[in-house]
C-alpha cells in the first residue's frame, strides 16, 4: 500500500514539475514578445521606421502579430497555473 502510494505521489510530482517548467518556459516567451513589442511601438514613435525606409504597416502588423502571441502566452500561463492550483 505505501509502494501504491509513493508511486503515485511520484506521478502527481511529475505532473507538477512539467507544468513549472512549461510555466517557466511560458514567463520567459512572454518576457521576449513583451520586449520586442516595445521595441517595435518605440520604433514607430521614435522615427527609427522613417530613418531605417521601413514600412509603417508591416511593422504595425508585426507588431500586431507580436501582441497577439504575448496574449496567447499570458493565456497558456493562465491556464498551467489553474490546473496547477487545483492539483
Do not use: P
Amino acid at each position: 500500500m505505501a509502494l501504491f502510494r509513493s508511486k503515485r505521489l511520484a506521478v502527481q510530482q511529475k505532473k507538477v514539475d512539467e507544468q513549472t517548467a512549461r510555466i517557466s518556459a511560458l514567463s520567459a516567451l512572454l518576457a521576449e514578445y513583451k520586449s520586442r513589442i516595445a521595441l517595435f511601438e518605440k520604433a514607430l514613435v521614435d522615427g527609427t521606421m522613417e530613418i531605417e525606409n521601413l514600412s509603417r504597416e508591416g511593422m504595425e502588423r508585426v507588431l500586431n502579430e507580436y501582441e497577439e502571441k504575448h496574449y496567447r502566452a499570458l493565456s497558456d500561463i493562465e491556464r498551467e497555473l489553474d490546473e496547477l492550483g487545483r492539483k
